[in-house]
């Protein structure tokens, strides 16, 4: 006969899951809201390229009255041929810079009020603070923060003012580099950073006038934007960005799309971006109980996972791992599977950045950093990444 004592416990712990999903359930408000799309006015910042033309598509696919504003308009036309081509749908171009307010209104004004608002030009331009120029810091920071400042004080008006006319979403285009700061991006992350603190204290402004602001978070994505950045992005920069993958606009901007229908707050666009999302979920509005249960069963894994991301990173390598023991521990307990594929980034991001930079790295590491990312250079499948790293793990707790 089973133990009674046992039969309580297995009882409590099927409970225990049940009563706070019950709770969140409770807690979490407003209930997911859908947006609707169709016959409605989409009004989208940097529409004529990349990830603000594919979502121009699909809002035009989706049957939405759609307008576009960028600088140059030899690419908006070019971008409403294109739309007008592959679906026969006309979209509106305004010509006009971000950073002039007074220009950005008066493109507000003539389009007519704006039901869902994507607010996703950007500028990139990666580099190490120290060599950057503060003109290149200023135009990251005006055109991607204070830009969409003057565009969401410019559509506001018209958007509080749409009764009868059902919920509405402003739509901001962050980046994974708007969750973590990125080695290259510090003007870049605090941009995209900035854009956080905008769309958190915004969404409380607006929620009276059932107005739903999305933060959407996507990874690289294959895009003209892109291409340019690549061409002067610090290795290293790449070869962190890319340990969460690369995206097709189309997939980007599919995401993003069922993002604001559902009217979600943060939206990841792979799973990296959903582990990020879940450890960088703070004090952000979460519309779904099923969501909210996941970040507070996951959150304490996932910071681990992270502890493992930035613990196993620069410091490490570059100034001695004595002080990293723990979290190593920890990560190598919990984290393993998730960090398996940043640690195999890391270690060749290290030995190559060390190499050109000559960083000072400790002797003993000089020697354990060139094997291991040899080692890691030569792996193939994942089977040997994930038992490459468990031997390193082992190598580093053995020391
Ligand atoms: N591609 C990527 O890897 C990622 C991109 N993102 C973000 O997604 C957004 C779109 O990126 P992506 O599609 O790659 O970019 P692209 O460079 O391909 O397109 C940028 C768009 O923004 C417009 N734009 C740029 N500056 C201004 C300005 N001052 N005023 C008005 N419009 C402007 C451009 O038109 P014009 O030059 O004519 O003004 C163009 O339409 C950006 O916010 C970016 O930070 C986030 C994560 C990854
Ligand atoms: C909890 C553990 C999480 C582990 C995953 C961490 C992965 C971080 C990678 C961040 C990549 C940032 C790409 C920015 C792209 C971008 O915005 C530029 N292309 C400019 O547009």
Redesign the pocket.
Known sequence: MADPNISFLSLLLLLLPLALLFLLYLIVRPRPTKIPIKNRHVFI?????????ALAHQAALEGARVSI????ID??EKAKNCIQLSTGIDVAVFA????DYDAVSKAVEEAGPIDVLVV?????VPEELEKQGLDEVRFMVD??LI?SFNMIKAALPGMKDRKGRGPGSIAL?????GQVGIYGYTA?SAS?FGLRGLAEALQQEVIAHDLHVSLI??????????V??TKKRPPLTSIIAESSG?MK?DEVAKKAFNGIKSASFIVPCNFEGLLLSIATAGLSPQRSFIMAFVEVVAAGVIRIAALGFSGIGIQVYTSGMHKTKGPEVLAALFGYLLVSECDRRWILAVNYSAQRTCWRRTSIFDYMIDEWSFRHREAETTLEIISLNFEFRLSILSR
Do not use: H
């Not at 910042?45 to 033309?53: D, H, K």
């Not at 978070?217 to 892109?226: A, E, I, R």
């Open positions: 910042t940097g529409g004529s390229s990349g990830i603000g033309l504003l960028a600088r140059s690419k908006l006009a810079d971000v950073r996703n030009q950007g500028v990139f055109v991607n830009g285009m962050s980046s994974q580099a870049y995209k978070f996507p990874p690289d994505t294959d895009t003209p934007g892109l340019e950045e690369a606009a």
